[in-house]
């Protein structure tokens, strides 16, 4: 039974930076490649960060290029998203997702707030 589990979701302020994580079990981690997406309140689900099995492609939407650094462990099933620079618009709740299956984790809460 595949199982996404993030972590590492809380309130910053503006400026701050914060690392999500996000741990896999029951595939072969090493065989997908991962993403990150958000969704804020009222708009549409967002893909923000892939990277492929190894790691050696990374894309990222335009909003956080410069600012987000997806990353992954294959050793611990663990795909991480690193987040400087907040804003507030970054607000949402982010969820990771195994490339080419439709498996969520149930997300967790990143709430950029002075």
């Known amino acids: 039974q595949v199982r996404l589990v993030e972590s590492g979701g809380g309130l910053v302020q503006p400026g701050g930076s914060l690392e999500l994580s996000c741990a896999a079990s029951?595939?072969?981690?090493?065989?997908?490649?991962m993403s990150w997406y958000r969704q804020a309140p009222g708009k549409e689900r967002e893909l923000v960060a892939t990277?492929?099995?190894?790691?050696?492609?990374?894309s990222y939407a335009d909003s956080v290029k410069g600012r987000f650094t997806i990353s992954r462990d294959n050793a611990k099933n663990t795909v991480y998203l690193q987040m400087n620079s907040l804003k507030s618009e970054d607000t949402a709740l982010y969820l990771c997702?195994?490339?080419?299956?439709?498996?969520w984790g149930q997300g967790t809460q990143v709430t950029v707030s002075s």
């Open positions: 990277i492929s099995t190894y790691g050696r492609d990374r």
């Open positions: 997702k195994q490339g080419g299956y439709d498996h």
């Open positions: 029951g595939f072969r981690f090493n065989m997908y490649a």
